[in-house]
């Protein structure tokens, strides 16, 4: 049984698709405490068929843009951190200018994004993993769905399937649309924090003992996990493993605070501000982040 879990191992881990998403350049950050993870989910729609394509409502834009950055920050002690970047921060792009942070995937990919996340932060981006739609209604489906409870009833056929307010166990279709919506007065501040939100619940669904311990879910998660996610060339199935475990139970979730929103000819965005930099002051150090510092509030799911 040891030999063949370690064999099982090696094998998912050279099915992975990897990317050179983490370079040297000059200025690069030096290590920072705990661990950190860029998490970005993009629209592509590269690996679905024409009818998959119809059944989850992508529509049939070409390309990929970054549709969710997350910053995952596992410190040295105390509980890991999910952070959600808005697509909308207006920051300096390495060669690119100032623009939205989301313009970065899609100038120059993985490293361009991982550079400008690494600027602006001053934190160094230890790992990197990519999800695109097709992918991510399997890895739910693979678990056998996801409990989850709204405060209000979600209804945006330009995201999928209308969804009830109140308890349900979501299958990956519903799943898209909840964290694909932006029909709301905020927009994407409120949907990023429904994405976080339910990352925190596919985890614990995850490492719960109704997966770990039943090996059709199990193994349908974790190959579906090794063909759903793009990882950065020195990243390993063990390194993710970790990862799972490290949010398995209560992490922090937040959206890096912003300044107001303005407009930049006719685009509105949101500008860093002094509390972003006292933010990423704090991640930089190892150090709690304080509670002042924090927006873990809004988005439509609630409490169990």
């Known amino acids: ?125 230890d790992h990197y993993a990519e999800i695109g739609f097709g992918g991510f209604d399997t890895l739910v489906d693979a678990v056998g769905g996801v409990d989850i409870c709204l405060d209000q009833a979600i209804n945006d056929p330009k995201a999928g399937p209308p969804l009830k307010k109140g308890c349900h166990r979501l299958n990956g279709k519903q799943a898209l649309t909840l964290v694909r919506t932006r029909d709301f007065p905020q927009a994407d501040l409120i949907r990023v924090v429904n994405q976080r939100k339910f990352l925190s619940a596919l985890v614990s669904r995850a490492t719960s003992p109704a997966v770990l311990l039943n090996p059709f879910r199990l193994f349908g998660f974790v190959g579906g996990a090794v063909d759903a996610l793009t990882v950065d060339s020195g990243d390993h199935i063990w390194n993710l ?13 937040t959206t890096t605070p912003t300044g107001d929103a303005t407009f930049v000819g006719e685009e509105s965005v949101l500008p860093p501000d002094a509390d972003t930099t006292r933010f990423f002051e704090y991640l930089k150090a190892g150090k709690p982040v304080p509670d002042d510092l924090l927006h873990s509030t809004g988005g439509v799911i609630g409490a169990r």
Do not use: C
Request: cysteine-free; hydrophobic content about 40%; glycine content about 10%.
């Open 1 to 125: 049984m040891v030999l063949a879990s370690i064999g099982a191992m090696f094998y998912y881990d050279s099915q992975l698709h990897r990317v050179d998403a983490l370079v040297s350049y000059p200025g690069r950050p030096g290590d920072t405490p705990g661990t950190n993870w860029l998490i970005v989910g993009t629209d592509s729609r590269a690996d679905l068929s024409k009818d998959q394509r119809t059944d989850l409502s992508t529509g049939d834009a070409d390309g990929a843009r970054t549709d969710t950055i997350m910053l995952v920050h596992i410190p040295p002690s105390g509980r890991a951190m999910i952070i959600s970047l808005p697509r909308d921060l207006y920051v300096p792009i390495p060669a690119q200018g100032e623009g939205k942070i989301n313009g970065a995937f899609n100038f120059g990919g993985p490293q361009l994004l991982v550079r400008t996340v690494e600027q602006l932060s001053g934190v160094r981006i």
């Open 241 to 253: 493993a970790m990862l799972a475990w490290a949010l398995r139970d209560d992490p922090i979730t």
